[in-house]
């Protein structure tokens, strides 16, 4: 029977996401055992596809919009990344985890990875409702199930890669500290759907995610 | 090149963890381990201690970096003679050496847990409005957040305490026993003495001081149900 590490690496890129589907832990392992992987093209490939997806949110308001949250988006979630990266590995590796400095950047790349083949797969989704919602708060609802879901399937990647490499439960939790530092990072770098005409791209002043989706709740009915 | 970094405090918890159960559970360099894990467990505390302070000021990260080791130490000083004692009424002869290693050990790798969550905390602090009567639900949601996260962390340090424990040659339900009541001190007297040693996030209305001047005066349980139960039954 073949193993996972005689498995070629792919040629192309397309090939490495496509195999990040089919056989998730390949790409792992063949970073475990001296193999070749590319886990920084694979985060800047990723980061493409968070651009193309919040470039489909932007679509809600339109025209310059659509430039700003294709930007936004990818800063939101490599911020993010950046943030959680420290609590990934110490907390993995309470858990259980036996950490080289090459299967980290492998778990953490196809983390990024499967995270942007979810989302790209849920742009067609994400424009038609960005393009047909009226209001900013039913717009920031479908956002946030949206960003749910990817999560949640991003999470099949993130939990086997944990478990090949020795971590051993609760680790869900550190997903559900991704989703919260995610969701205040979308607010430090606000506004990312909708702006007054001649607005200001960042707005500046201190301000947690929660007043910030009560505000945009109340506002929201009149924002488009 | 392992050697070198086996020098770093902590290291050994995230990578050399089976070695160092090994030697604990033999009862091997209890007191170099000891010494090891409160370094670790100090370090720690104090990095997430000094962002914990920031959202008032540089004063009260200074005075947070130096109490939230203070409220581990403390902590684990007051307890470990009863956990010792527990574990041995309960059916797990264990020396005083190895329950205090173990019971530091837990700590130690919570305090490592919320050291890698600085970044985390620091950016929600740096988020947030400046201090002040008009940040009132600011401050609440700053206290939650800390909360959860010191909370949650010295759970899963536990985690490393109960794959220690599971190594001692003992029955799974004296195991289980000990390890209960092990957490359970931990987590009563670690709320009172953080209690004792507040403020932390620091007061909207307050100005910032090292130890408030009613510190022992009055109890972080007494709070609970005399203060917050009865707020919370008044909106029910």
């Known amino acids: 029977m073949e193993s996972i590490s005689d498995i070629p690496q792919p040629r192309s890129l397309t090939g490495v996401f496509n195999e990040l589907l089919i056989r998730p832990l390949a790409f792992l392992d063949r970073a475990r055992n001296g193999g070749q992987a590319s886990p920084f093209r694979m985060i800047a490939v990723s980061t493409l596809c968070y651009a193309l997806y919040g470039a489909a949110a932007g679509f809600f308001q339109g025209g310059d919009q659509i430039l700003v949250a294709a930007l936004k988006a990818p800063m939101i979630i490599l911020f993010t990344l950046l943030l959680c990266l420290p609590s990934l590995y110490v907390f993995s590796a309470v858990a259980g985890a036996e950490w080289t400095r090459r299967s980290f950047l492998a778990v953490l790349a196809g983390f990024a990875g499967t995270l942007a083949l979810v989302l790209l797969a849920l742009l067609p989704i994400n424009w038609l409702f960005s393009s047909s919602s009226r209001h900013l708060s039913s717009a920031t609802i479908i956002q946030f199930f949206l960003w749910l879901i990817a999560l949640g399937l991003a999470w099949r990647f993130l939990g086997k890669g944990l478990q090949a490499t020795g971590a051993r439960g609760g680790m869900v939790l550190w997903l559900l500290l991704f989703c919260v530092v995610s969701l205040q990072a979308a607010t430090v770098l606000r506004p990312v759907l909708s702006r007054k005409p001649g607005g200001a791209v960042f707005v500046y002043g201190k301000k947690s995610f929660l007043e910030h989706f009560g505000d945009t709740f109340r506002e929201g009915e009149t924002a488009r | ?236």
């Open chain 2, 1 to 236: 090149m392992i050697d070198e970094r086996v020098a770093i405090p902590g290291w050994e918890l995230l990578h050399r963890v089976d070695a160092l159960l090994a030697e604990v559970v033999a009862g091997r360099s209890l007191m170099r381990h000891w010494v090891r894990l409160c370094v670790a467990m100090s370090l720690g505390a104090a990095i997430y201690g000094a962002v914990l302070g920031t959202w008032h000021g540089a004063q009260l990260a200074f005075y947070d970096a130096l109490k939230l080791p203070l409220v581990l130490l403390l902590t684990s000083a007051l307890t470990v003679g009863f956990a010792w004692t527990a574990a041995v009424v309960l059916g797990l002869p264990l020396r005083f050496g190895q329950v205090a290693v173990l019971t530091f050990l837990a700590l130690a790798a919570g305090s490592l847990m919320l050291a890698s969550l600085a970044p985390v905390a620091l950016f929600f602090n740096l988020s947030a409005p400046t201090p002040g009567p008009s940040a009132r639900t600011a401050h609440n949601l700053l206290y939650l957040l800390h909360t959860a996260l010191v909370g949650g962390c010295g759970l899963g340090g536990t985690v490393a305490l109960w794959k220690a424990m599971r190594r001692l040659d003992a029955p799974l339900r004296t195991l289980r026993a000990v390890y209960a009541v092990w957490v359970a001190a931990f987590a009563l007297v670690g709320g009172e003495v953080a209690w004792a040693l507040r403020p932390f996030v620091g007061s909207v209305y307050m100005p910032v001081v090292f130890l408030r001047p009613d510190a022992l005066d009055g109890n972080v349980y007494e709070f609970i149900f005399t203060d917050i139960l009865p707020h919370l039954a008044s909106w029910l």
